[in-house]
């Protein structure tokens, strides 16, 4: 890479392996989806993308350390709703969530799923419901951390519900899925695109999704307007950042790439299988990015603030 004054430039960038942290664990959503772009990004940048898992704290310790790598494009944030919004609502971090990084591109977005393990003698939203008021003790719920997605959602279900829950961290929800498969959980408020494959193969039970009209991917799932919660709506878009002061044309040449992998029909294919939303074609630009994570910050951090989350 070219050096002038010190600063990257993007004339022969990239010039060796780039790396993508996604700050949750191999096998979640998160991980799926980038890995999926990786594979593409690498034959328009002509260098290896190489994918990273730092878990840990709701996916901060993988954004802390992606935004402290160098600003020259060879790391990337991967995150999302939890990672670039939430988690400034719930931990004191010691990084700012949008004066410290430098937005990329939107990627694809999806609803929550309301999932519960095969043993719930549920067979609606409504009975699933009654079924958690009922329990003398608060159910377990499955988030990948104070902070994440799955936690935001977890807490919007309870406040719109009244149920209580108890929530169990892991590293991220691919392996609190593999714990609700085997029933150590009762439930999890998922990302579609994680637990789809789980409700088709009858391994869980999948009740609404918290969007307004269904699924193509997952026809027979109701939303939550149909299943009697009405106004329980959430998405959770996905995202790509890199450290502030990253080289303007350097962002720009990462954003063409991860746009190429959205406009690859493999990778459409792939994603859209998932239950995952392309993003629209007018905010595919790093701008586009930035105001929309300012936007959800306003819109997320009052609900959050107000359920006062303990993290430890
Ligand atoms: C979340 O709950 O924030 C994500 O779904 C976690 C993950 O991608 O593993």
């Known amino acids: 890479m070219l050096l002038s004054g010190g600063v990257a430039r993007a004339d022969n960038f990239p010039s060796h392996p780039v790396t993508i942290v996604v700050p949750f664990a191999a096998g979640g ?24 898992n730092v878990t840990g704290a709701g996916g901060s310790i993988g954004v802390g350390r992606a935004l402290r790598s160098p600003p020259d494009g060879y790391t990337i944030s991967f995150g999302h709703l939890g990672t670039h919004v939430a988690n400034g609502a719930v931990y004191k971090l010691d990084y700012d969530l949008v004066a410290d990084l430098e937005p990329v591109v939107l990627l694809p977005s999806n609803p929550m799923i309301v999932v519960s393990k095969n043993a719930v003698p549920a067979k609606s939203l409504g009975e699933l419901i009654a079924w958690l008021k009922a329990k003398p003790t608060p159910a377990a719920a499955g988030t990948a951390g104070a902070g994440s997605g799955s936690h935001i959602a977890g807490l919007y279900f309870q406040n719109v519900t009244g149920v209580k829950l108890q929530y169990v961290p892991y590293r991220g929800t691919g392996p609190a899925m593999n714990d609700l498969v085997a029933g150590q959980i009762d439930l999890i408020v998922d990302q579609l695109s994680n637990s789809i494959n789980q409700v088709r193969a009858g391994n869980i039970r999948g009740y609404a999704i918290t969007d307004t009209k269904r699924a193509e991917s997952a026809p027979d799932i109701p939303t939550t307007d149909e299943a009697g919660l009405p106004g329980f709506h959430m998405t959770l878009w996905s995202g790509l950042w890199v450290p502030k002061g990253t080289p303007k044309d350097i962002v720009a040449k990462l954003n063409a790439s991860a746009v190429d992998a959205l406009n690859d029909p493999a990778v459409r ?9 392309m993003p629209p074609k007018d905010k595919l630009s790093p701008e586009a990015l930035g105001s929309w994570q300012k936007a959800e910050i306003a819109k997320w951090w009052p609900m959050i603030k107000a359920a006062d989350v303990k993290v430890n």
């Open 29 to 52: 959503p998160s991980d799926v989806m980038a890995r999926k772009l990786a594979e593409r990004m690498k034959t328009t940048l002509g260098e290896t993308v190489l994918v990273e």
């Open 269 to 277: 294919k792939q994603l859209q299988n998932l239950g995952l939303q």
